[in-house]
């Protein structure tokens, strides 16, 4: 018994570090959030009326609204497009270490400076996407028109996430132990059946991984719009945790703290809805009996 | 001397009990063998022994000193697990010498060769000596554990399955050798198994454990031949022992126990003893017969579930109207599933055993070996 | 069912990479014959080539040299689809989205079957595997005995099936539910007279298992013949060692003209006629006798030779003695009534019918 306790004492150092950068800021938004505060003034409790105020407010609808428009197409287009990429990689051989290479080199920069590179490539006057769109007759400008600034954002996320979705997809695709083709060939199966009856379902625990990762971290998607385009134009790039953060910079901290409790609320409820669903959607596809 | 064990209980993290009431006296020079299907505690009751785990209540002595709270290290034993344990950056020599090497008298280099070279040769692993372990084959790897432990050269030696992960040839070989490798060196073992024939082959005595309980601790001999309890007989026998529910009845003035119309054994010389309507029947596998060897054998008619070669050996599993019967016969023979045949029982050679109790009551006549 | 063929298969995976500077051999000079409906096992250590053997004959793999002959065709080029062969693996493969009706009507999905036909057969495979009950359950969700058992099924399902290729199919199965298992493999093989070939390194699988053995050491057959043959006369020392427990017994030993066996130190007779038989191959053998055969007697008896019991294991049907014969052990069974303890003397005698002798590994007589 005593060796149980003492194992206590070797997590204190995580919990201190855990402390301080999660739980105490977190107390502290949640405080905010329950008061009325403008910078100089005595912050005054007032319940849940920032709460109120928050859902009330059509900014927030709206940035909430992009903010889903922009995760569900997304995850439209990049878990399809990872499979598609996993399943045509090499799995033997050079191809695989060159492959390989090339999926990380988006990973691994840091997101301003993906914000950045981008920012570039979309400048109007020198900017290689606003050059080629000329070709084809297109007047591209991100920092004028509402559609091409969310429509490069959207470029810029697959770019730079696609190559997660493909890796993940990739290790589980190279799990799949070989008698399961040999299996499927032997029952004559086609190509599409394979791909639906074999690989997939044994995909389905690391999809569900890609997706959830790619919603959570789509949802809070923040230095790639700030730097691309600030926000704009108007408010078209302005998604959920740039919305909050202006708040908050603003000193409308009462409002900031409710809304990005209500955000983090969404998160969670919708990460677990969709966690339950994929789950379900996998097992027990039945033929009728 | 020897170990004693005395009134000891261990329970489940959940709270009811793994072991209970565990009393076992095991003497110097004995080959005792913990005896029970994998769960059944015997691996718990080793790790109490060797100080791995602590009892929840009793009393552990070695040598008549109370050992029930000392650590592992200060019990002075040597253990020997499934997995073949051995320090893998060591070759074999050092790993059968490490144990000499930490002792507490100094030994010499001269002395500790002499000793490993003496353990290896008895383990049949001399010429693997410079080799590392995990170069060498499983049966290997084992031998130098339990030439470690030999090493270690301590009067108690436990040992939890550690045939379990090698192949069936390699477990035949050893199962001999062990027998005679530990009678060289003296002390006690306690060799923990699912297996019977382990404890057929090479043990002087034998401890069934069941859901807890030690039902039965006696000499192999006697064990095996006077079984207390159904659940021994039945378990501790190769193959298991047959064992049929009868009812006792009365017919053309004979008592009969009655499993089915064919299958009814004479009983009128116990009328005594049976006072009850329902009793166990037991008979040894090795003692159905395929022919009739006397007028006095009881023929029932089976159909073949499988014939199953094992060994030299084969195991025939026969249904007789719902009721499964093994067979053993002392050659490779084959019967194709469904065949039917006719069985022969010699009334002589059972065991009977209380429906409820489950003790053994009495057993026919040339059973009284 | 059909019955197979291989003609002087040999294969490498060497030449197969394209290594053809002094290639080693996975499987060497196979020649062997399996009749239709028959249970046939491919017996032998790992890296024998018994997977490798399987291969060739599922179509997986084209041997480098050498036919594969389906009822008397050649489907040497052949895939295993087109050959017809069903495989069960070493672990279960089903197609987990699928429910087991699912699975085992697939094949037949596939092959563009009518679906009542379907639906008689798969109903009528899973009457025959006992897993009727399961029908509706996702396959994902059975344990591993269950999975093998819908394997199975897809692998019988099709009624143009030529044989089905089992792998060493109870490896993941927990013990309690083998016995189950191997019973039902056997009941389906002999119901449906299926040719079926199983490997294994288990022993006691394949001699309950096949009609038919081939043990197979080293890439070569040692021999193919029923349990017994095997048993009662091995080819080789290997077979006679690795086959029946105990192993059989070895000894080195010296045959001369008048009949005499020299072996360590001491000497037993055989007849005049098999010394002169074995006296043409030689004069020095290795003599195998099964311990079953060997006679033990605690007296002195004719032809015999004495030794000193040095250990009795009773496993309650019979007892097995270990009795030292100069330097050499040497098994033999006793009755469990015969009275006979570690330390006594004892007399052994070796039936002349019994006695095989052995030159470099193979039989002679």
Known sequence: MKYDNRAWLFLLPALAVMALSAFIPLMTVVNYSLHYIFSGSIPEFVGFANFVDVMRDSAFRGALGRQLMFSVSILAVEIPLGIAIALSMPKKGIGVAISLVLLGIPLLIPYNVVGIVWRLFSQSDIGLIAEVMSWVGYEYNVSLDPVDAPVTLFLLDVWHWTPLVALLSYAGYLAIPDAFYRAAEIDGASRWKVFRFVILPKLRPVLVLAFLLRFMDSFKIYAEPLLLTGGGPGNTTTFMSLFVARKAQSYELGYAGAASLIYLFIVIVMSYIFFQLLNKLGSGESQKA | MGIVVENVTKLHQAGYPKLENINLEINDGDFSVLLAPTGSGKTTLLRLLAGIEKPNSGKIYFDGVDVTKLSVQKRNIAMVYQQFVNYPSFNIYENIASPLRVAKTKLSEQEIDKQVRANADLLGITHILDHLPEEVSGGQQQRTALARALSKGTKYVFLDEPLANLDYKLREELRGELKLIFREKGGALVYATPEPIDALGMASHVAFLHKGKILQYGPVKEVYHNPQFVEVGEYFSYPTMNILEGRKVEEDGRLYIKVTEQFKIDVSRLHETLKKDKYFLGIHAHMVSTNRESDSMVEIDGTVQLSEAVGSDTELHIDHRGKKIIVLMQELISYGIGETMKLYLDPERFYIFDVDTHELCAKTEAVQA | ?365
């Open chain 3, 1 to 365: 069912m059909a019955t197979i063929q291989l003609i002087d298969v040999w294969h490498s995976y060497d030449i197969e990479e394209g290594k053809t500077k002094k290639p080693e051999y996975a499987v060497e000079n196979i020649n062997v014959t399996y009749e239709n409906g028959s249970a046939v096992a491919l017996l032998g250590p790992s890296g024998c080539g018994k997977t490798t053997l399987l291969k060739i004959i599922s179509g997986l793999t084209t041997p480098t040299k050498g036919q594969v002959l389906f009822d008397g065709k050649d489907v040497t080029e052949l895939s295993a689809k087109e050959r017809h062969i069903a495989q069960v693996f070493q672990f279960p493969v089903v197609y987990d989205s699928m429910n087991v009706y699912g699975n085992i009507a697939f094949p037949l999905a596939n092959d563009g079957v009518d679906s009542d036909i379907i639906r008689k057969r798969v109903y009528e495979v899973a009457e025959i595997l006992e897993i009727t009950s399961l029908l509706k359950v996702p396959a994902g969700k059975l344990n591993p005995a269950d999975k093998q058992k819908v394997s199975l099924g897809r692998g019988i399902v099709r009624p143009d099936t030529a044989a089905v290729l089992l792998d060493e199919p109870l490896t993941v199965i927990d013990p309690k539910a083998q016995w189950d298992l191997r019973r039902k493999l056997k009941q389906v093989q002999e119901e449906l007279d299926f040719t079926m070939i199983y490997v294994t390194h288990d022993q006691h699988e394949a001699l309950t298992f096949a009609e038919q053995v081939t043990v197979m050491q080293v890439g070569k057959i040692d021999q193919t013949g029923s349990p017994k043959e095997l048993h009662e006369n091995p080819e080789s020392m290997f077979i006679g060692y690795f086959i029946g427990s105990p192993g059989m017994n070895m000894m080195e030993c010296r045959v001369e003209s008048d009949g005499t066996v020299k072996f360590n130190g001491t000497f037993f007779k055989i007849s005049k006629k098999l010394a002169a038989q074995l006296l043409e191959h030689g004069n020095e053998f290795t003599l195998g006798i099964r311990p079953e055969y060997v006679q033990l007697s605690p007296e002195k008896s004719k032809n015999a030779v004495s030794g000193s019991v040095k250990l009795v294991e009773d496993t309650g049907a019979y007892k097995i003695v270990t009795t030292t014969v100069g330097t050499l052990d040497l098994k033999s069974r006793a009755p469990e009534d015969m009275s006979i303890s570690e330390g006594d003397t004892a007399w052994l005698s070796f039936p002349e019918e019994e006695v095989k002798f052995y030159k470099d590994g193979k039989k002679v007589i």
